[in-house]
């Protein structure tokens, strides 16, 4: 069920206790039952239409997206009718008003990330960089041409976009990028672009390419909107990278740039430093924080069923034995507190009262400890952990890349850092 159908019903046909049934919880319990899936009742925060939405993600993550894991993370295949499929039911660009978006709050698009995440981070990073990444900048930085020429072809998932700021000698350092615009040579109205990015998702199939450079009259940075059918041949390429150890699941590449014409009216005219990326970055960066927690919930839910049904020493289920049980109740903690931790900082980036140092603050957090976790329950499938049929062994692996994309997590404790005390400690 599309997004904007859902919420639509949801105030007028969906109560929480319907909605309970339908996603097979148990809200409707009280108070004083634990349940272990949801420890703290996190459920009971959301609004009916949030709710709604999380039905919607939820539903199709797991009879669409499930399905096409395995092969796709063994294979390194990105399906590209995924973005168009989630297009379809207004996954893409969530929160952003008009343009056939849903206009979801950031809770709304928060679940949304959890539960694509409960299946693959490579999914959800492909979702991510379409939604945060391309369709942000354009609504937030962009002129109203740039929005109506791209915005709703990139929520139908009709065009593919990617995000261009990491380079192959500056990761942590986007300040010192190479890439650079100049006034074209030969074609009136038109910049010239020259450089690399790296590790760049979605670039081997993206239409649309936001891309950072520095004006090499000023040096300012500056974002622009490629369209890969405008440029001469030679001027644009976006090799895949491959052999990934994380990630498989998506498609990931580099963006090389020669001389590549782009004309004026697709740089972003009013934002120019550091201050446009990291407010997309931002934008992402939150969503991870909800995300990760979807990937250890379905490896919590993998190894509780595992260790209910392994049985060893005279026939006991292996969640008997107290180094089991101390996994997962680390484990269902740290997930409880994230979401929670998740949710305040959603509702406070809604309310406009947010700090960017907050966003670091759960980034950082529930990368961590869902990597964390992840690798402590990985331990209870012992040899078996080895087969990806279990799952759990390719969400380490992936857990590993969302702890260092996007501000690696030392980073970002230097970010925190800095709020605290004052000092800078990147110089």
Same mark, same amino acid.
């Given at each position: 069920?599309?997004?904007?159908?859902?919420?639509?019903?949801?105030?007028?046909?969906?109560?929480?206790?319907?909605?309970?049934?339908?996603?097979?919880?148990?809200?409707?319990?009280?108070?004083?039952?634990?349940?272990?899936?949801?420890?703290?009742?996190?459920q009971s925060l959301f609004t009916d239409e949030e709710?709604? #939405?999380?039905?919607?993600?939820?539903?199709?993550?797991?009879? !669409?997206?499930?399905?096409r894991v395995l092969d796709a993370y063994r294979n390194e295949h990105y399906h590209r009718e995924i973005l168009t499929e989630m297009g379809e039911l207004g996954l893409l660009g969530p929160t952003i008003q008009g343009y056939g978006c849903a206009g979801v709050s950031s809770i709304a698009s928060g679940l949304i990330t959890r539960e694509v995440e409960r299946v693959d981070s490579g999914y959800r990073s492909g979702m991510s960089v379409q939604s945060s990444l391309v369709m942000g900048p354009i609504d937030e930085f962009g002129t109203k041409e740039q929005k109506d020429r791209w915005l709703e072809k990139l929520g139908q998932g009709k065009l593919v976009g990617c995000f261009g700021l990491t380079e192959p000698n500056h990761g942590s350092d986007p300040g010192s990028m190479e890439t650079t615009a100049k006034p074209h040579p030969s074609k009136e109205g038109y910049y010239s672009l020259s450089g690399a990015k790296t590790w760049i998702t979605n670039?081997? +199939?993206?239409? #649309?390419?936001?891309?950072? &450079?520095?004006? !090499?009259?000023?040096?300012?940075?500056?974002?622009? #909107? +490629?369209?890969?059918?405008?440029?001469?041949?030679?001027?644009?390429?976006?090799?895949?990278?491959k052999n990934k150890n994380g990630l498989r699941a998506s498609i990931t590449g580099m963006i090389q740039l020669d001389e590549c014409p782009?004309?004026?009216?697709?740089?972003?005219?009013?934002?120019?430093?550091?201050?446009?990326?990291?407010?997309?970055?931002?934008? &992402?960066?939150?969503?991870?924080?909800?995300?990760?927690?979807?990937?250890?919930?379905?490896a919590i839910a993998r190894t509780r069923t595992y260790a209910l049904e392994r049985r060893q020493f005279k026939n006991n289920p292996i969640a008997k034995y107290q180094l089991v049980q101390k996994k997962l109740a680390d484990a269902c903690t740290d997930a409880a507190y994230g979401i929670?931790?998740?949710?305040?900082?959603?509702?406070?980036?809604?309310?406009?009262?947010?700090?960017?140092?907050?966003?670091?603050? +759960?980034?950082?957090?529930?990368?961590?400890?869902?990597?964390?976790?992840?690798?402590?329950?990985?331990? #209870?499938?012992?040899?078996?952990?080895?087969?990806?049929?279990?799952?759990?062994?390719?969400?380490?692996?992936?857990?590993?890349?969302? !702890?260092?994309?996007?501000?690696?997590?030392?980073?970002?404790?230097?970010?925190?850092?800095?709020?605290?005390t004052g000092l800078q400690a990147f110089v």
């Open positions: 069920m599309p997004i904007r159908i859902a919420l639509r019903q949801a105030s007028r046909q969906i109560t929480r206790r319907r909605l309970a049934t339908e996603l097979g919880r148990r809200y409707a319990s009280t108070p004083s039952t634990f349940q272990w899936d949801d420890p703290l009742n996190s709710l709604a #939405v999380q039905e919607t993600a939820r539903s199709y993550c797991q009879e !669409q997206l499930l399905p670039s081997p +199939i993206a239409d #649309v390419l936001v891309v950072w &450079a520095k004006l !090499q009259e000023t040096g300012k940075i500056k974002g622009f #909107v +490629i369209e890969r059918d405008q440029c001469p041949a030679g001027t644009l390429e976006t090799p895949p990278l782009v004309p004026k009216e697709n740089m972003f005219p009013d934002v120019e430093g550091l201050r446009g990326p990291f407010a997309c970055l931002n934008s &992402a960066r939150y969503g991870i924080a909800w995300g990760v927690m979807g990937a250890l919930e379905d929670q931790a998740a949710y305040q900082v959603g509702r406070l980036k809604d309310e406009g009262k947010i700090a960017p140092e907050m966003i670091s603050m +759960i980034k950082r957090q529930n990368c961590d400890r869902a990597l964390i976790n992840c690798r402590h329950l990985q331990e #209870v499938f012992g040899g078996n952990a080895v087969s990806d049929e279990y799952h759990i062994g390719r969400h380490v692996a992936n857990l590993f890349v969302t !702890q260092t994309y996007e501000g690696q997590s030392d980073i970002h404790a230097l970010i925190l850092g800095r709020a605290i």
